[in-house]
């Protein structure tokens, strides 16, 4: 049975292109985490590695074997022993396909691996949507160049609640939440790494809105800064209750959002305003 109430977290992170000085950071946050009491850790998108062309991604690209980890995966397992945590880990890059004839990664998706404090894989969700936008004098992104697309939706039994696992780009999917929302996800986790303008427009509204559409926390882990010449993050990390209150949130800098997830607050969301049985209700109307 899932505890009542506990503590989780969201690191905020500027990557670079330098995995060993990411997960240095991202042990720092894990250790201060834990040490505050926190039971859960959602690392944001690119945690490990934010280069400056999409190509990059693929020199870091792992299989995730919990007992053959590569780098990426081992130092979040170390993590996640050394503080007794479970941590979602954002967004990682997997290798997806290789080159038949040179063996080259050609393609990785973007992972997002439940760890528990044992260092054990329990559940591993690949993103859906991938970053394919082009505004110009804005930004110009085509994930899909050097990613493949996850098809599987997840939602992750752990001690504390069912959590539903999504990254960045998905957010402005609802379906997607919504089905996890309907597969009994109590909490949803969005690591991301959206871009400064983009961020600016939409991401509180987005965010705000599946937590209260939902009726479920939503855990927020996001990138902020500059990272290169080519790339910069809004920032704004964040924990949202069912009813679209902003528990804690973290506008810029490198740093911690934390609260408690009361699940008896969950519950009363639902009962009092019972959106998600009225919406299971609704059928086409003939005119």
Same mark, same amino acid.
């Given at each position: 049975m899932a505890t009542r109430k506990f503590v989780a977290a969201a690191a905020?992170?500027? %990557?670079?292109?330098?995995?060993?000085?990411?997960?240095?950071?991202?042990?720092?946050?894990?250790?201060?985490? %834990?040490? +505050?009491? +926190? *039971?859960?850790?959602?690392?944001?998108?690119?945690?490990?590695? @934010?280069?400056?062309?999409?190509?990059?991604k693929l020199a870091v690209g792992e299989v995730l074997d919990a007992d053959r980890p590569g780098p990426v995966l081992h130092a979040v397992q170390e993590m996640a022993r050394g503080g007794g945590l479970w941590i979602i880990a954002g967004g990682m890059h997997e290798i997806a396909r290789r080159d038949p004839d040179s063996g080259a990664v050609v393609k990785t998706y973007i992972s997002s691996p439940v760890i528990s404090p044992s260092?054990?894989?329990?559940?591993?969700?690949r993103k859906i949507h991938l970053f394919d936008i082009n505004i110009p004098g804005v930004a110009v992104h085509r994930e899909s160049d050097t990613n493949a697309p996850g098809a599987e939706l997840v939602?992750?039994?752990?001690?504390?609640?069912?959590?539903?696992?999504?990254?960045?780009?998905?957010?402005?999917?609802?379906?997607?939440?919504?089905?996890?929302?309907?597969?009994? +996800?109590?909490? @949803?986790t969005v690591p991301a $790494?959206?871009? $400064?303008?983009?961020?600016?427009?939409?991401?509180?509204?987005?965010?705000?809105?599946?937590?209260?559409?939902?009726?479920?926390?939503?855990?927020?882990?996001?990138?902020?800064?500059?990272?290169?010449? *080519?790339?910069?993050?809004?920032?704004?990390?964040?924990?949202?209750?069912?009813?679209?209150?902003? @528990?804690?949130?973290? $506008?810029?800098?490198?740093?911690?959002?934390?609260s408690e997830i009361d699940l008896d607050?969950?519950?009363?969301a639902r009962r009092e305003l019972a959106a998600s049985e009225h919406a299971s209700s609704v059928s086409p109307q003939t005119p």
């Open positions: 905020q992170v500027c %990557a670079s292109a330098d995995p060993a000085a990411n997960l240095q950071v991202c042990a720092r946050l894990a250790g201060r985490a %834990a040490a +505050a009491g +926190a *039971k859960l850790l959602v690392l944001p998108e690119c945690f490990a590695f @934010l280069g400056l062309h999409e190509r990059d260092g054990e894989i329990t559940a591993v969700y939602v992750a039994e752990t001690p504390f609640a069912p959590i539903g696992l999504s990254v960045c780009y998905d957010l402005r999917f609802p379906e997607l939440y919504r089905e996890l929302a309907g597969r009994g +996800a109590r909490v @949803l $790494a959206f871009t $400064a303008p983009t961020g600016a427009a939409h991401w509180h509204v987005l965010i705000r809105t599946r937590a209260i559409e939902n009726q479920c926390f939503v855990i927020a882990a996001a990138q902020y800064g500059r990272h290169n010449e *080519k790339r910069a993050s809004y920032g704004h990390s964040m924990i949202i209750d069912p009813w679209g209150r902003i @528990l804690d949130e973290l $506008a810029e800098g490198e740093g911690l959002v934390m607050q969950h519950e009363q």
